[in-house]
């Protein structure tokens, strides 16, 4: 649609009739060329403020929104600089640096486990029927104790069992350190990004997640820790009972003693080196994603997208920011593709979200 678009609105095309019929009829088409004039005309006032453009922008959809798409056409064909405007369309990462709310990582990759030394661990990836997310099976098995390394990258999210038998849905972009036999007083990880654990019961042997900023004790329960790197950490207790405390810092080991205990539907946030606790009515959001879907109940649409970007490794754009502080209920399968997702953001009528050359952008929704 984009390249037919592109075609249309070249200085050297003639429109036929047929294209012009099919404008009227194909909405998604002719609004494809109606951004490519706007964006000719707002090239040639590039000495506006950002503000300014932003008013000319709105002003054109006001006063063009019933034009005639001849009309259009013969004011964006007679334009030098068409093309230019469809790369400024098209090409958002050559504009100020804040449209970009979510940046995809270049290639996609494939989770991988390596121990301490670097060296890859061959693992199997086994597809589990009524669930999206497959389960990391390590291929080779070690006698010797030697801590291992999950790395799962953006568009991907598994399960992995751990060797006393709990289990972690780990979310896209998040790393576990484990070792591959528990041996001690305590079964010890390090995690980062966010992660479901389901921790099996063991009361002589207490389970500890540490991230950065937090270390989780508990001896047999549920929660979400999500613990991304620069972003306060969380964590949410589903079932059982959680002792949470801040890290020592390595200056002053000790010195942070403050220990918090969570009951079933309290949320820790730790930030800036300080713990909060606060009950939340609805824990379905964390559940349901264990479960296999995208479930969030007023929640700001910047949340929303910040899960879709990670889950499909999709960049997400908008040059409208405040568009990312609608509140919305959103609930899909997360075994719906990313064209399914887009499809139903559109259907809640609060923006109008289109999804090219792996970016999703997120525009107002039309008045």
């Known amino acids: 649609m984009i390249e037919e678009a592109l075609d249309i609105m070249s200085p050297n095309s003639e429109v036929s009739d047929e294209q012009l019929k099919r404008m009227d009829q194909d909405a998604d088409l002719k609004e494809a060329c109606e951004d490519i004039f706007v964006a000719q005309n707002l090239l040639a006032r590039q000495q506006l403020q950002s503000t300014d453009v ?3 922008l709105s002003r ?15 004011a964006a064909l007679s334009a030098a600089a068409v093309l230019i405007a469809a790369v400024f369309v098209l090409k ?12 995809a990582a270049n290639e996609q990759q494939l989770p991988t486990i390596t121990t301490d030394d670097g060296d890859e661990i061959p693992i199997k990836m086994i597809a589990q029927q009524g669930h999206p997310d497959r389960k990391v099976v390590v291929d080779e098995q070690y006698t010797e104790v030697e801590e291992l390394r999950l790395n799962v990258p953006l568009g991907q ?10 289990r972690v849905y780990m979310h896209p972009g998040s790393r576990i350190y484990y070792p591959n036999h528990f041996t001690g007083d305590k079964r010890e990880v390090r995690f980062s990004g966010e992660g479901y654990f389901v921790v099996a019961h063991d009361a002589r042997h207490p389970f500890v997640v540490t991230t950065d900023k937090c270390q989780t004790t508990v001896l047999g329960t549920e929660f979400d820790i999500t613990a991304y790197e620069g972003r306060p950490e969380y964590v949410t207790l589903i079932t059982g ?6 890290r020592a810092k390595e200056q002053g080991a000790g010195s942070n003693e403050q220990e918090v205990i969570l009951q079933p539907g309290q949320q820790l946030k730790v930030i800036n080196e300080q713990l909060t606790v606060k009950t939340i ?21 910047r949340e929303i997208l910040r899960e879709i970007g990670q889950y499909y490794n999709v960049s997400i754009v908008t040059l409208r920011p405040w568009l990312l502080d609608y509140r919305m209920r959103f609930i899909v399968p997360r075994n719906k593709g990313i064209d399914y997702v887009v499809k139903t953001l559109n259907r809640m009528d609060k923006v109008n979200a289109k999804l090219y050359n792996n970016r999703l952008y997120i525009n107002p929704n039309k008045e």
Do not use: M
């Not at 958002?92 to 940046?103: H, V, Y």
């Not at 999210?157 to 709990?166: I, K, R």
């Not at 009515?281 to 649409?301: C, H, K």
């Open 54 to 56: 932003e008013e000319q």
């Open 92 to 103: 958002p990462k050559q504009q100020k640096d804040d449209s970009l709310f979510f940046e």
């Open 241 to 246: 009972r959680v002792a949470c405390k801040l």
């Open 157 to 166: 999210s598994l399960q992995v069992d751990l060797p006393d038998g709990s």
């Open 281 to 301: 009515a609805d824990t379905d959001q964390f559940t349901s994603w264990r479960d296999g879907y995208f479930y969030f109940d007023n929640i700001p649409l």
């Open 60 to 74: 054109f959809h006001r006063r063009h929104r019933r034009a005639r798409i001849r009309y259009i056409f013969a």
